[in-house]
């Protein structure tokens, strides 16, 4: 099929590249001239495994091609993918002026029918919205069809997810664009839901602040963990193994962060305000994730007591594994309020380093993981990227002034830490 992708932001590019992969043709857009020219030129302007290759591979096909124009996109494609960033307003409400714009220009280039699909994270009743824009703009009044169809990509492994999805959600006015929508998604033989516009919007938003409850959920556990000297990783095990619980996103940690779940969550706390209902269990969520990361700097100052004149490293800088994303990231929120006690910092992180550099001044980048302890007063981790765990600990306690580890992601077994001579403190495991 010929598709369009408006946006090369981490959605719009992995959604664009996954399509091409298998087998359409797809144009991808942005109006960011520069980047639709780094793009052309074999450049990334993001890490997430896997894409690197596959945008080669695809453009090379002649399957994915990049342009800074609307029009051409609209022009030569039967579905149009709008894939642009919806940030937050300082209240929490979600800015939907890139998404007004875009339905705005594609009304404005479209002479046929077309399908228009939002896969922006939106509240409930865009699509309305989104119809009512392209109606009014449309030089040529010809059809069209809305459609909601959100993504549910995690960042660090969102070419896995967009190859081989849970489920597939299609938001519908009518069922005109049902048939395209499966042939489209055809190729990745994963369930279809076919719902209303209403309900595809607000099943993502709804997903999104689940996982973000789970998350507090075992991170209310953690404290009781702590208090009670049991371990939170058996009881998240325990718990898992009920499979209407499941183990996923029970990993106790220094609090979620990143481009969606804060935001989701304000977002929906708004949107059901606006629909004049209070989310109170949603506002707790937000409470206990802001109470994680003050329990953490605590348990730091508790054990060094002033950190004024004092070396702290730090490992990991982005907001979870395997990505460059510094964005909303608990572990530069960690590092900034570190600076503020006085501490002198030296951090690395096996990606995020050149991105961490525009919001995280006055610190030492370390370009070698083992090189971090050096001098230091004690060695913090701050985000679960796998290859830490290979960390040279005989190394770091050497290199330490004192043996002291704050684990934000419970990375070691703190049995072994102390064996090894450490004085481990992690989360929610055993008295902290
Ligand atoms: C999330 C959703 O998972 C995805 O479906 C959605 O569409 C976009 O938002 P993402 O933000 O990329 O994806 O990351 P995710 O893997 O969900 O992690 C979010 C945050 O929660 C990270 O800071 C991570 O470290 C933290 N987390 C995750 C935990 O603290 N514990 C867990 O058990 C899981």
Same mark, same amino acid.
């Given at each position: 099929?010929?598709?369009?992708?408006?946006?090369?932001?981490?959605?719009?590019?992995?959604?664009?590249t996954c399509f091409a992969e298998a087998g359409h043709h797809v144009i991808c857009v942005d109006k960011d001239a520069e980047k639709v020219k780094m793009l052309?030129?074999?450049?990334?302007?993001?890490?997430?495994?896997?894409?690197?290759?596959?945008?080669?591979?695809?453009?090379?096909?002649?399957?994915?091609?990049?342009?800074?124009?609307?029009?051409?996109?609209?022009?030569?494609?039967?579905?149009?993918?709008?894939?642009?960033?919806?940030?937050?307003?300082?209240?929490g409400s979600v800015d939907l002026s890139f998404i007004e714009s875009v339905s705005r220009e594609i009304a404005g280039a479209m002479t046929a029918y077309k399908?228009?699909?939002?896969?922006?994270?939106?509240?409930?009743?865009?699509?309305?919205?989104?119809?009512?824009?392209?109606?009014?703009?449309?030089?040529?009044?010809?059809? @069209?069809?809305?459609?909601?169809?959100?993504? @549910?990509?995690?960042?660090?492994?969102?070419?896995?997810?967009?190859?081989?999805?849970?489920?597939?959600?299609?938001?519908?006015?009518?069922?005109?664009?049902?048939?395209?929508?499966?042939?489209?998604?055809?190729?990745?033989?994963?369930?279809?839901?076919?719902?209303?516009?209403?309900?595809?919007?607000?099943?993502?938003?709804?997903?999104?602040?689940?996982?973000?409850?789970?998350?507090?959920?075992?991170?209310?556990?953690?404290?009781?963990?702590?208090?009670?000297?049991?371990?939170?990783?058996?009881?998240?095990?325990?718990?898992?193994?009920?499979?209407?619980?499941?183990?996923?996103?029970?990993?106790?940690?220094?609090?979620?962060?990143?481009?969606?779940?804060?935001?989701?969550?304000?977002?929906?706390?708004?949107?059901?305000?606006?629909?004049?209902?209070?989310?109170?269990?949603?506002?707790?969520?937000?409470?206990?994730?802001?109470?994680?990361?003050?329990?953490f700097v605590k348990k730091i100052l508790e054990t060094l007591w002033v950190l004024k004149g004092k070396k702290l490293g730090v490992l990991g800088l982005a907001?979870?594994?395997?990505?460059?994303?510094?964005?909303?990231?608990?572990?530069?929120?960690?590092?900034?309020?570190?600076?503020?006690?006085?501490?002198?910092?030296?951090?690395?992180?096996?990606?995020?380093?050149?991105?961490?550099?525009?919001?995280?001044?006055?610190?030492?980048?370390?370009?070698?993981?083992?090189?971090?302890?050096?001098?230091?007063?004690?060695?913090?981790?701050?985000?679960?990227?796998?290859?830490?765990?290979?960390?040279?600990?005989?190394?770091?306690?050497?290199?330490?002034?004192?043996?002291?580890?704050?684990?934000?992601?419970?990375? @070691?077994?703190?049995?072994?830490?102390?064996?090894?001579?450490?004085?481990?403190?992690?989360?929610?495991?055993?008295?902290?």
């Open positions: 099929m010929k598709l369009t992708i408006i946006g090369t932001g981490y959605v719009g590019l992995v959604t664009g052309k030129a074999g450049g990334m302007p993001i890490y997430e495994p896997g894409l690197e290759e596959l945008v080669k591979k695809n453009v090379a096909a002649g399957r994915l091609s990049f342009t800074s124009s609307t029009d051409e996109g609209v022009a030569n494609s039967d579905v149009i993918f709008i894939a642009v960033p919806t940030p937050a307003h300082a209240d399908i228009v699909v939002d896969k922006s994270t939106v509240p409930v009743k865009t699509g309305e919205k989104v119809a009512e824009t392209i109606k009014r703009y449309c030089k040529a009044k010809v059809d @069209f069809d809305v459609v909601s169809n959100p993504e @549910f990509l995690r960042e660090g492994f969102a070419v896995d997810d967009f190859m081989k999805p849970d489920r597939v959600v299609i938001g519908v006015t009518s069922q005109r664009p049902v048939k395209a929508m499966q042939e489209v998604y055809a190729p990745y033989k994963a369930p279809i839901i076919v719902t209303d516009i209403n309900s595809a919007e607000l099943i993502k938003h709804a997903a999104n602040s689940f996982l973000a409850l789970k998350i507090s959920y075992i991170n209310a556990i953690s404290i009781l963990c702590e208090r009670s000297g049991a371990n939170v990783q058996e009881v998240a095990n325990g718990m898992g193994m009920d499979v209407r619980i499941g183990r996923k996103f029970l990993d106790a940690s220094l609090g979620f962060g990143g481009s969606c779940f804060p935001k989701d969550l304000s977002a929906f706390i708004q949107i059901s305000e606006t629909l004049g209902y209070d989310f109170n269990l949603l506002k707790e969520v937000q409470r206990i994730n802001a109470d994680q990361m003050d329990r907001f979870k594994q395997n990505t460059d994303d510094v964005r909303m990231s608990p572990a530069i929120d960690l590092c900034q309020r570190l600076q503020k006690e006085g501490a002198a910092l030296r951090v690395y992180d096996p990606q995020a380093m050149e991105k961490a550099k525009a919001v995280l001044k006055n610190v030492t980048y370390v370009e070698d993981m083992n090189a971090v302890a050096e001098g230091c007063d004690a060695l913090i981790i701050a985000t679960e990227w796998p290859e830490f765990k290979k960390l040279d600990l005989e190394k770091a306690r050497k290199a330490l002034t004192h043996p002291i580890l704050f684990d934000g992601r419970n990375l @070691f077994d703190p049995a072994e830490m102390e064996k090894l001579g450490f004085l481990y403190k992690s989360i929610g495991r055993g008295k902290a």
